[in-house]
C-alpha cells in the first residue's frame, strides 16, 4: 500500500475508525482522528496516543471541520452505524450523513486530498437481487425506522458523486459489508457483539425471527485492507467489500455458541421492522482491479473476536458448559 503522509479519519474512535487510525500508522502515515464520542469510545484509539505521528481530536464534523498542514487522504467515517444507535440517534446519523459528509469533502477539496466514503450494504435495504453488485440501485423503505442510515448513506454518496462532477474531486465509495472483530461494543445491537455477549455469560442467544435470514460476515483486518486498497488505487465507486460467504443467521449463533464453549441455548425473538433477509457483495470488481479478497476465515476471526470480549470483561470462564 503506498504511504498517504497525512490521512484525516472521521469517527476515528470508532469501530472500524481506530482500526484504520492503527493500520495507517502502522504504514507510515501521519494520523489525524476526529470523533465526538456518540458511539465511538476513546478507549479505542488509547493505544495510539503515545504513537508518533497520531493525533486524536474531538470535534463534531456536523458543525465544523478545521485540519491543519497538509492532507492527502480523508476518509469519512464518522456515523453511528448499528441499529441500536442510528434508532437512538435518527437526527445525528441524518446529519453526520449529510452535513458531515459536505464538511469532509470540503476539507477534501481544499487540501487536494483523496476521499473515500464509508457507505454501507444497507444501501442495497432489503434486497431483491442476490447477491448484491454495485449496479443494484436496492430496494430501501425511506420511511421506516431504518431509513435514517439507510437514507444517510444514500444521501452521502450522491453527495460524493456530486463534487466528483461539479469540483472534479477525487473521491471513492467502498459499501462495507458486516464487519466484525475486536473494539466492537458489546451493547451496540448487531448480531455477533449480542450473540458473543450472550454466549459468554451463558444467557440464551437471541436469534431474530426463524434465523433463516442471512449474512455475510467479514473480519475487521479484511475489511480494513480492502478499504485501504480503494484508497490507494484510482476507483471511483461504488465498490462492494465484504465477504462472498454467506451464512444464516441461526448457523451463526451456533457457530459463536461453539467457538465461546458455551452452554447458551437458542431462543427466537420477532424480526425488527426491515431486516434485510439476504446479504452477500457480488466482490467480482474488487477481487478482478485490486486483487482484494478476504483471508481470514470465521472460525479464525470468531477466536479472535471472543478473546478480546472475555479480555474486555475480565472474565475467561463465563458461560463455559
Known sequence: MPTFQHAVVTGGAGFLGSHLCERLLDAGSQVTCLDNFLTGVPDNVAHLRSRQGFRLIKADVTE????????????HFASPAS??????????????????TLHALGLAKEKGARFVLASTSEAYGDPQVHPQPEDYWGHVNPVGPRGVYDEAKRFAEALTMAYRTAHHQDA???????????RMRADDGRAIPTFINQALRGQPVTVAGDGSQTRSVCFVDDTIRGVLA????????????????????????????????SASTIEFVPRPTDDPMVRRPDTTLVTRELGW??????????????????????NNAEGRA
Open 64 to 75: 465544523f471541520i478545521h485540519v491543519p498542514g497538509a492532507v492527502d487522504l480523508v476518509l
Open 83 to 100: 441499529p441500536a444507535d442510528y434508532l437512538r440517534l435518527p437526527i445525528e446519523t441524518m446529519k453526520v450523513g449529510s452535513i458531515g
Open 172 to 182: 471513492a465509495i467502498v459499501r462495507i459489508f458486516n464487519t466484525y472483530g475486536p
Open 230 to 261: 480503494v484508497a490507494a488505487s484510482d476507483l471511483s465507486g461504488p465498490v462492494n467489500i465484504g465477504s462472498p460467504d454467506e451464512m444464516t443467521v441461526l448457523e451463526l449463533a451456533n457457530s459463536i455458541i461453539a467457538a465461546a464453549g
Open 293 to 314: 479478497a478476504p483471508a481470514v476465515d470465521l472460525a479464525q476471526g470468531l477466536a479472535i473476536t471472543i478473546q478480546a470480549f472475555r479480555d474486555a470483561s475480565g
